[in-house]
């Protein structure tokens, strides 16, 4: 397979079973960072990179569908461009250019269109946004139309909040002021309830989140994340948002970031593994059932970006403007440590006791349900 790091090819023997599975689930990983790179490949003059580099990764990994990142807050991912419309735009061109010319991957809009994909043995790749200051518009004015421009050029994952404050509600780094939704808001959610968008409610304040779940008349998505009950990371799930999400009937994705997974072990480089994972799940599935579990792996350590929060736009440690910190190692567990090594997480969930059918829905079931609710 072109493209594979030589490190691809240490890897450990997985059992029958999690094999089987692996090969009979479509395995969803709804939060990927690939263009982190991606961007940087081409600056650099490279063709053919999807092909060269992410697909070989991916279907390593046994990973079929993912849910790519080509725009955000932050210039950090939107080409490391200030104009961050614009640089959301250059990656969504350079992404379609590569579709153009490749065989192993097409965008797709819906869930039949994933499922025709996947049957015809390529990847299926989703294009979302992490935090919507690209869909604001003019200042002054509660326009929609970079939405709706958004949506006919794929965007159908919408997560709007990073750190801080967009037009339309709050994140985490703005949690002082206590603010929910912003009017512009409300009309946000509910134009991507008629267009047929899935909401990404990761990041937000308590009263920006509820906002979301009490306006949206569709499931949501919390794309990657933790549970505070495993780890105290304030960004992590409460109780009270697992419920919610249940009631929703929404998902939420399991990543593999170490500081939200185990606490403080990014600074301790203590070993971080999917077991420490599956103790997020088991509180999850306690809580709301195994129905509102999946996969947002959130990996972004790359052979050219490795451990992006060391180089986090506007400063080393930040983004937006405010500070997350510098990890002493690696912030990804140390098994999976990629994405080509994915296939191990049904390892994990087999060897922990859980059935066929709970491993498909976390794997990728779950996720396609919800695809099939909410994108049109």
């Known amino acids: 397979m072109t493209g594979i790091r030589p490190k691809f090819e240490k ?142 050029l794929g965007l159908r994952v919408n997560c709007i909040c990073g750190e801080g404050r967009t037009r339309f509600g709050d994140g985490m780094g703005e949690a002082r002021a206590d603010a929910g939704l912003t009017t512009f808001g409300v009309k946000l959610v509910e134009e991507m309830n008629r267009l047929g968008m899935l909401f990404d409610v990761t990041h937000m304040t308590d009263k920006s989140f509820f906002d979301v779940l009490e306006v949206s008349a569709k499931p949501v998505l919390v794309s990657h994340n933790g549970v505070q009950a495993v780890c105290k990371n304030i960004n992590n799930l409460s109780d009270e948002r697992i419920k919610a999400i249940g009631k929703n009937q929404g998902v939420v994705g399991m990543e593999m970031v170490k500081t939200e997974i185990k606490w403080n072990s990014q600074q301790t480089c203590e070993w971080v593994s999917f077991d420490d994972v599956i103790k997020h799940i088991d509180h999850i599935a306690s809580l709301v059932g195994i129905d509102h579990v999946g996969i947002g792996l959130d990996y972004d350590n790359f052979e050219l970006v490795h451990n992006i929060h060391r180089a986090m736009c506007p400063a080393p440690g930040s983004i937006e403007g405010y500070y997350t910190g510098i990890p002493q190692g690696d912030h990804m567990l140390d098994d999976p440590n990629t994405i080509a090594e994915a296939d191990v997480i049904a390892d994990y969930l087999v060897k922990h006791g859980y059935s066929d059918g709970d491993i498909k829905k976390i794997l990728g079931a779950n996720m396609m349900r919800l695809f099939k609710e909410t994108l049109i």
Request: charged residues 25%; glycine residues 6%; negative net charge.
């Open 11 to 152: 890897r450990r023997k997985i059992s029958d079973r999690a094999r089987r599975l692996n090969q009979e689930s479509i395995f969803v990983d709804v939060h990927n960072h690939m263009m982190f790179e991606f961007a940087i490949r081409q600056a650099l003059g490279e063709t053919n990179i999807f092909d060269r580099y992410y697909a070989p990764a991916l279907q390593r990994g046994q990973i079929n569908v993912i849910a790519t990142t080509v725009g955000a807050n932050s210039p950090c991912m939107c080409n490391l461009s200030d104009h961050i419309e614009f640089g959301s735009f250059e990656q969504i061109d350079m992404l379609r250019l590569e579709e153009e010319a490749s065989d192993t991957f097409n965008i797709c809009h819906n869930a039949g269109e994933i499922e025709d994909t996947v049957a015809a043995g390529k990847l299926a790749v989703l294009l979302a946004f992490e935090g919507a200051r690209a869909l604001e518009g003019r200042p002054g004015e509660e326009s929609l139309c970079m939405l709706r421009t958004f949506y006919r």
